[in-house]
């Protein structure tokens, strides 16, 4: 599985501390790495949002949101929770 960064999730991940961007870098790898596999989603914190919309969890704070198609996998930003909540309502 391939990841496409989005500009929103890089400059969004810019302006956060270098240990939050290694932890978003590591949690963007084992997405790569287990995507597609059930038995890992559940160690990624990966969770269905909407029909080929995604989030994982990356460290306490911070979920990856990211659009899934076949072979690719768009990290499209990376929120806390409460945004990623009303990003959600805002559709």
């Known amino acids: 599985m391939r990841i496409e960064l989005h500009p929103r999730l890089r400059k969004r991940a810019a302006k956060l ?3 939050e961007r290694d932890e978003i870098a590591a949690a ?8 597609g596999q059930p038995h890992r989603h559940a160690g990624l914190g990966i969770r ?3 029909k080929g919309l995604f989030e994982c969890r990356a460290g306490l704070q911070w979920r ?3 659009h899934a198609e076949k ?3 768009s990290a499209y930003d990376v929120m806390t ?3 990623v909540k009303a990003w959600l ?3």
Request: glycine content about 8%; aromatic content about 12%.
């Open 17 to 19: 501390s270098k240990r």
């Open 28 to 35: 963007l790898r084992a997405l790569e790495d287990g995507f």
């Open 48 to 50: 269905r949002l909407r």
């Open 64 to 66: 990856i949101v990211f």
């Open 71 to 73: 072979g690719v996998l």
């Open 81 to 83: 929770h409460d945004e």
């Open 89 to 91: 309502r805002s559709f």
